[in-house]
């Protein structure tokens, strides 16, 4: 038997087939363990009473069951708890809906975002700090959409969808639209200012680094007046992606052949330039100024309305405005002055298409004009036929 026993298993034989081997043992280990674990951690209700684990397939309780019986399930949620701990649930419920849902997240974000499209208003700098203008302008337009259906729709949908109830205080679809609109024409009027401020730099520029009685004879127009027109033309494009055009005033069929001469208002044009004259400057003041009494008040800084032309208009006023006080303070030569009507008479054959009204960019221009003759010793404007024929050439 020893002998036996220390030359090993038959060839027949193998672990698997004598229970007593290591693979008959494994189940048995497990089982042990499996016990011990139930003695640590106790029976669940079903094993106690002597089921199987696990859910029973045929109890009719069982959310989830082939044999979910919802009266049955209804009566078993009555008999374990009371009426008063179901309507606290569901007043904790609505509460939930309303306050937690509704105000905590949907007019949360709104207000969220209104404040921070905000904060882009208030950047510090000259040029309106590291805010890129098309972002503002994306922003306003962003905004507005809210205002006009997205804030209804998402509110009216959470109504819906969490069954809010009127008990609790919640905030109403019309103050959120309010707050969305302002804040669209917040940013929108802080395009026009930056859009308007870059303008104003070129043109501020080009008259305060010029000497203006040195100026020779002008022959062309000013590097400076075309690259003005352009950035316009490129504002009109970026603004016209995002918005509609608006209303303009009907347009005189002579806008593109208007030429300055000096002291010409737009309704009385040439009336009063024969009878200027450089020994009579308190009446040529007087005239400016009587001028000035029946000429249209210009509001640079007017409201902005949602359409192209509107932030067009507070764009040109705001450049022709800077341009205007940097020649109120300059002192011009006899070319310079026609050099400055030249550029004016430029910008007039441009302009006037992008506002709302061109009589605005003539009482602009003509201001323009007006002013650098008062501040000229020797005021001689050019001929309006050589004026045209510049303006065509550049």
Known sequence: MAA???AGPSPGS????????????????????????????????????????????????????????????LDKLRRECPLAQLMDSETDMGEFCSQGVREGLIV????????????????????GGATPPALLLLLSRLCLDYETATISYILTLTDEQFLVQDQFPVTPVSTLCAEARET????????????????????????????????????NVRAVMKRVVEDTTAIDVQV???????????????????TFSVYSSSRQQGRYAPSYTPSAPMDTNLLSNIQKLFSERIDVFSPVEFNKVSVLTGIIKISLKTLLECVRLRTFGRFGLQQVQVDCHFLQLYLWRFV????????????????????????VPMEPSVVEVICERG
């Not at 802080?190 to 100026?215: N, P």
């Not at 016209?240 to 208007?258: F, H, I, M, N, T």
Request: with cysteine.
């Open 356 to 379: 709302a009204d061109e009589e605005l960019v003539h009482l602009l221009l003509d201001e323009v004009v007006a002013s650098a003759a008062l501040r000229c010793p020797d005021p």
């Open 240 to 258: 016209g992606l995002l918005y509609e055009e608006g209303v303009r005033k009907a347009q005189s069929s002579d806008s593109s052949k208007r």
């Open 184 to 219: 669209a024409r917040r940013l929108l009027t802080h395009y026009v200012k930056v859009q308007g401020l870059v303008i104003s730099q070129m043109l501020r520029k080009s008259v305060e680094t010029r000497d203006w009685l040195s100026t020779l004879e002008p022959r």
């Open 4 to 6: 036996a026993a220390a």
């Open 108 to 127: 949360g974000f709104v207000h969220s975002m209104c404040q921070t499209a905000q904060s882009f208003c208030d950047s510090p700098g000259e040029k």
């Open 14 to 73: 193998g672990p698997g087939d004598s229970p007593e081997g290591p693979e008959g043992e494994a189940p048995e280990r497990r089982r042990k363990a499996h016990g011990m674990l139930k003695l640590y951690y106790g029976l669940s209700e079903g094993e106690a009473a002597g089921r199987p684990a696990g859910p029973d397939p045929l109890d009719p309780t069982d959310l989830n069951g082939a044999h979910f019986d919802p009266e049955v399930y």
